[in-house]
């Protein structure tokens, strides 16, 4: 959670609260889609996981990002 949530930082509005496990990626943070995507590749290759795109835009919250990365690890 703390790796996803220091990726997830840079993109932290002035003035928000903390991120948390409830952190709703693309309406709390300043983020648009192509950033997300960076985001994501980002995570995969930390990780060493592939997200679906279907998965991916499935995802609202950061607790739903770890848990998919920790899901996709575990498969390997």
Do not use: W, Y
């Not at 903390?18 to 997300?36: E, H, N, P, Q």
């Amino acid at each position: 959670m703390s790796e996803i949530c220091r990726h997830l930082a840079p993109f932290q509005p002035n003035g928000a609260s903390r991120i948390s496990g409830d952190t709703v990626i693309t309406k709390d943070l300043a983020i648009d889609s192509l950033a997300v995507m960076d985001m994501v590749m980002e995570l995969e290759d930390r990780f060493d996981v592939s997200i679906p795109m279907n998965v991916v835009a499935e995802i609202h919250t950061v607790d739903e990002l770890a848990d998919t990365i920790v899901t996709l690890s575990a498969r390997r």
